[in-house]
């Protein structure tokens, strides 16, 4: 009896010891714990946080890693990551952006962690759209894996363009102003009353725009190395121009230095016809704002110049989820990114928070190709250039209003002949250093 | 027309005058609180109109629900009223303490020197120590939490406030009272506790709300220190509803979370806006 008795109780251990060890195998990171900071996205906070109360719930049952999500909001994240790479407090895991300015401030100790590894473990660099790459990748190493994108495309009021006899979306930047001079509508004395065109961004922050005109005309902004600006060209030269003309010649969109005046907020009013450079929320916005829209509204690729195809004629931002060197758990850091960034959990959260995906395979997901408001951003991201160069010293090239590149387009739209304007930017960009 | 009757005529103008100045400025100052209130109760078609209707054209009040589930607006607000009344508290002791010392016991020209370092500290913009303010509370484990708040309030609010009760002080309470209860056998500490106290209600409320509406609106210290959401104050939260490029698809609510934000502050003024005036006016006037 007392022999069996102990049999009994060696092979309870036993059997107990070998589940604890399978489960080890299996979760080997079980009960660690990660801090992971990301921004506010989304038309509502609480539909962020279910979502991210799921997505961490998930990946703690698979693993046992609890994840502590803390929502940062947009008005200090970048004061936030800046002292989390100088040796102020750091999370485990952050969604980021500069990445280029984080990883050149960050030191042996402190800062963004290299993840070439995980790049590779998730498929190479081919895995993401080339914007990803240009804002994770710093000369050749890899400090973020991308996530949430963006791209630019046309809005259009369908109701006016059935009125006006239009039938389809303007391909080329000749139909587009055909069209805008069909749907606007001027006083006597020519002021416009309703605006066939408007820019997306307000405020006369032409760059935005004037950087999807010259993707769209086969230009870049810089060389494929990022190491020389490539201004002085015709096709640089040939988008400023349009971009003065739609305003001085065509008279088909207001000279929007009005600081209230918001492209968005006068097609909701009914207002404007088309917005040239629209991001993927303008949806969640004008349903939210404006309920009355529904269905009166559509999205199209932006026009080309000629409507000749050339390779990378949109262009799309994105950004990365970073790992921290303060990290005291790098290996669970890396399975929580990877897991985040995997497609199934992307496409999850691009369809929660309203958002493009820089990943090229969640951006095939039918849910982004056949979706008739989606479809043209899946058209476009997937043939776009990076919006944002990867440069340190980037937001001070792009400041607005003062920034050589904002000044340079607002210097041609009043009335500053392309050359002067161009020699005037490179002159300013050289002064600051890139 | 008599001499009598243009005078008559111009002190009417003049308070006619008088009152059109200040239902202009009402109107200046008051036209934000109105475009919040008109915006929150606003149909949601009518929100984003352009150009914009300064009427609604029917009343919604569904923001005033949806508020509470769209962010924790109630933990929000109890983090704010939690770190906004300690600093009160600790700021008024500080304050008074520091204040009825210098205004009684130091002289003439110590006095004059402790009163030119503090009105210097307030011309420092708080930006420039913020970062070192940082580094020092991270240093001793103090982000993310609410002393590390509330030690920083105290910091920038203790120098006004002193310098609005040392005034209080001075002009308010007599000497000859506090003669008198030094005579009847009072201690120092005594003639403060039992005599100035009692008749500085006015002064130290006044100095209280100070200090509580700088810690309730306060947003850039406590949006760097604190990265917990559980923790942050309603100031912070509030810009959960912005999103990148500072865009808000629910500007209707964020003006609603904006009314209820500012009922505290409203509450507290309008219970306490004798002592305030009162308090500062005695200050300002005879100090």
């Not at chain 1, 309870?12 to 070998?18: R, S």
């Not at chain 1, 890396?334 to 959990?345: G, I, L, P, R």
Request: negative net charge; hydrophobic residues 45%.
């Amino acid at each position: 009896m007392k022999k069996s008795l102990i049999a009994l109780g060696m092979t309870g251990t036993m059997i107990l010891a070998g589940t604890s060890m399978v489960m080890a195998e299996d979760k080997p990171y079980d009960g660690t714990n990660l801090v992971f900071w990301m921004q506010a996205y989304g038309s509502d906070p609480s539909i962020q946080r279910a979502a991210l109360d799921k997505v961490t719930a998930d990946f703690q049952e698979q693993t046992g890693i609890s994840v502590e999500y803390n929502i940062v909001d947009w008005g200090s994240a970048s004061q936030k990551l800046t002292l989390a790479c100088t040796g102020g407090e750091a999370p485990d895991v952050a969604d980021i952006f500069f990445t280029k300015s984080l990883a050149t401030m960050s030191s042996d100790e402190y800062g963004l962690m290299e993840l070439n590894d995980l790049v590779e473990e998730m498929g190479g660099e081919d895995t993401w759209i080339t914007a990803g790459k240009d804002e994770a990748c710093v000369d050749g190493d890899w400090y973020g894996i991308p996530w949430r994108a963006d791209t630019r495309v046309l809005l259009y009021n369908t109701e006016d363009f059935e009125n006006a006899g239009i039938t389809e979306a303007p391909t080329t930047w000749d139909e587009l102003v055909e069209d805008a001079q069909k749907l606007t509508v001027t006083d006597e004395d020519g002021n416009i009353t309703h605006a066939g065109l408007a820019w997306y961004s307000d405020m006369g922050r032409y760059d935005q725009t004037w950087f999807s005109m010259l993707a769209q005309c086969g230009g870049t902004l810089m060389n494929d190395e990022f190491t020389e600006f490539t201004l002085d060209t015709e096709q640089s030269k040939q988008a400023l121009a349009f971009l003065s003309d739609c305003i001085n010649t065509y008279n088909i969109c207001s000279n929007s230095l009005d600081a209230s005046y918001d492209a968005v907020t006068e097609f909701m009013s009914g207002n404007v016809s088309m917005v040239f450079g629209v991001t993927g929320e303008t949806k969640n916005n004008i349903l939210q704002n404006a309920p009355q829209m529904e269905g009166k509204f559509a999205s199209a690729p932006l026009p080309t110049a000629t409507g000749a195809e050339n390779e990378k004629n949109g262009i799309s931002f994105s950004a990365p989820i970073g790992i921290f060197k303060t990290t005291e758990n790098a290996d669970a850091a890396k399975e929580w990114v990877k897991y985040f960034c995997s497609e199934d959990v992307q496409l999850y959260m691009s369809q929660e928070l309203g958002l493009l995906n820089s990943n090229c395979a969640v951006m095939e997901n039918s849910y982004f190709t056949e979706d008739d408001w989606l479809k043209a951003f899946s058209t476009t991201i997937a043939n776009s250039q990076s919006g944002d160069m990867p440069l340190t010293t980037w937001s001070q090239i792009d400041a607005w209003p003062d920034g050589p590149i904002p000044s340079m387009c607002a210097n041609v739209v009043n009335g500053t002949d392309a050359d002067t304007a161009i020699a005037e930017c490179l002159s300013q960009i050289e002064a600051i250093g890139f | 027309m008599n001499a009598k009757t243009k005078k008559k005529i111009q002190k009417v103008w003049k308070v006619i005058w008088h009152y059109i100045s200040l239902f202009l400025i009402s109107c200046f100052v008051l036209l934000p609180y109105y475009w919040m209130i008109v915006t929150a109760v606003k149909p949601t078609e009518e929100v984003m109109q352009s150009p914009a209707t300064l009427l609604p054209s029917r009343l919604s009040f569904t923001n005033f629900t949806k508020v509470w589930s769209s962010i924790p607006l109630a933990t929000y607000m109890k983090n704010s009223m939690v770190v906004s009344l300690t600093a009160t508290v600790v700021s008024v002791i500080f304050a008074t303490l520091c204040g009825y010392s210098i205004s009684r016991y130091i002289r003439k020209r110590a006095q004059r020197v402790s009163f030119v370092i503090m009105l210097v500290s307030q011309l420092i913009p708080g930006i420039v120590t913020m970062i070192s303010l940082y580094f020092i509370m991270f240093n001793m484990k103090l982000t993310n939490t609410y002393v590390g708040l509330v030690i920083a309030y105290v910091v920038w609010a203790v120098p006004f406030c002193t310098l609005m009760i040392k005034s209080y002080f001075d002009a308010a309470i007599p000497v000859a009272i506090e003669e008198s209860a030094r005579i009847d056998g009072c201690s120092n500490f005594g003639i403060f506790w039992r005599v100035c106290l009692p008749i500085s209600v006015p002064g130290i409320i006044s100095t209280g709300i100070f200090a509580f509406i700088t810690a309730w609106n306060e947003y850039m210290w406590a949006s760097i220190i604190l990265s917990k959401d559980k923790l942050k104050p309603v100031s912070v939260g509030i810009y959960d509803f912005i999103g990148q490029y500072s865009a808000n698809t629910k500007m209707a609510i964020t003006m609603t979370a904006g009314i209820i934000i500012t009922i505290p502050a409203i509450i507290i003024f309008a219970f306490l806006q004798k002592y305030l005036i009162s308090g500062l006016s005695a200050g300002a006037v005879k100090g």
